[in-house]
């Protein structure tokens, strides 16, 4: 009896880990359909909205590099009650203050949650799941938290987009939500139990089997994972803009239901691919983001630009994009250590958040140069057309070594 309320109560702190790790990486994306609105509020340029993302890329990429220390030193507990607590500042800072240095700093900080939740949660997940049985896979626990790292990031953009659509205070009620839910998240975390709290000692005095510089990620995995997401990316942080101005819809509803079909479609093609082998997993994907580049490419350049075409390209990239993460992450984190797994997963997020960021970027730089918008598509699915290409080509070509 005992021992079974003690499983039942470890199994409940797995789904309090994904429902914080859920709304953090919600928060990511959560301004994208609301960039129209500060435009139009700030005047702000795309070159500026661009800006904006990096600053939430740089939080990001720069706490995913120090996330394995930090966990080292409060445990996985302690990174994600700070992720939670550093998104609902964020949260607040944004919708108190909605000029642009308030909306850069509520970006930064936004990059460092992020970076605190995505490097952990994963790894926090599995290990809670053999905590609460040490016979199971920890296969599925690697599945869903791998599915709510993509699903949520459609998610925030959907609720701030049908808010800022029909409700009121467009930049003030979706963070206002998400400080709420914040707060929901931080009292369950606070029962869930600990499963990598640092040993006794000094930190030093640990082996260097899990510090950062001793786990490299392979190369090949590294840039499947950043031309995968450079396309979802492009959809995150360019969207509402091409929405806007292509194709002539300008509703932060539509912008952000068109990141939740992109981000929803990641998710889809990570559970039906459960049972695929891997080389199949990125075969297909591989195949499903070129048919979605091609697609997104035709949609802007036609006479008519077509809706239909630009959300169909962007569900296949999703799709494709989906399919390349979950079978990159299953090949390195099972062919890592345990002890580095926390160090590896956060190795991969730095490559997936600079596929996510980086076109963004180039593409701002491009139209502020004066690049048309489907131009800057074009040759953005030519360069991430051959990224995807070639990075697949090679993992597929390094197959034996990976079954092993």
């Not at 609460?132 to 953009?157: E, F, M, Q, Y």
């Not at 998400?178 to 030093?204: D, K, N, Q, R, S």
Request: net charge positive; glycine share 12%.
């Amino acid at each position: 009896m005992t021992d079974a309320v003690s499983r039942r109560g470890r199994f409940d702190g797995f789904w309090t880990v994904a429902f914080a790790f859920l709304i953090v990486m919600a928060f990511a994306t959560l301004p994208s359909p609301l960039y129209g609105l500060y435009r139009a509020r700030e005047d702000l340029s795309a070159f500026t909205i661009t800006v904006v993302y990096a600053v939430f890329a740089a939080g990001t990429i720069a706490t995913l590099r120090v996330v394995d220390a930090v966990a080292r030193r409060i445990g996985r507990r302690g990174v994600m009650l700070g992720a939670v607590a550093t998104m609902m500042v964020a949260s607040g800072l944004l919708a108190a203050w909605k000029d642009l240095p308030g909306l850069l700093g509520g970006r930064l900080l936004t990059g460092v949650s992020v970076g605190l939740a995505a490097g952990t949660a994963i790894t926090y997940l599995v290990e809670l799941r053999v905590r609460a049985d040490p016979t199971a896979s920890v296969a599925r626990a690697r599945t869903i938290g791998t599915s709510v790292n993509v699903g949520a990031l459609g998610v925030g953009p959907l609720i701030a987009g049908c808010l800022a659509q029909w409700a009121r205070w467009p930049l003030t009620l979706s963070y206002l939500l998400f400080v709420v839910l914040g707060a929901v998240a931080l009292i369950g975390l606070a029962g869930t139990p600990e499963t990598g709290a640092p040993p006794p000692g000094p930190v030093a005095d640990r082996g260097a089997a899990d510090s950062p510089g001793s786990v490299r990620l392979p190369v090949p995995a590294a840039a499947a994972a950043l031309a995968a997401f450079s396309a979802m990316g492009l959809f995150a942080g360019l969207s509402g803009l091409f929405l806007a101005t292509t194709l002539h819809r300008p509703s932060p509803a539509l912008s952000g239901a068109t990141l939740f079909l992109v981000f929803t479609c990641g998710v889809a093609s990570q559970l039906a691919t459960a049972r695929m082998r891997a080389p199949q997993v990125l075969a297909s994907g591989t195949a499903s983001m070129l048919a979605g580049l091609v697609l997104l490419v035709v949609s802007v350049r036609l006479s008519t630009p077509s809706l239909t075409l630009f959300l169909l390209g962007g569900a296949l990239i999703g799709a494709g994009a989906g399919a390349v993460f979950r079978g990159t992450t299953g090949i390195v984190l099972e062919a890592t250590a345990p002890e580095n797994r926390l160090a590896m997963t956060s190795a991969l997020l730095i490559a997936l958040f600079v596929g996510l960021s980086v076109p963004v970027i180039g593409a701002g730089v491009a139209l502020n140069q004066g690049a048309s918008p489907p131009d800057t598509v074009l040759w953005f699915a030519i360069l991430v057309g051959l990224g995807i290409s070639l990075s697949g080509w090679v993992l597929l070509g390094r197959r034996p070594s990976a079954e092993r």
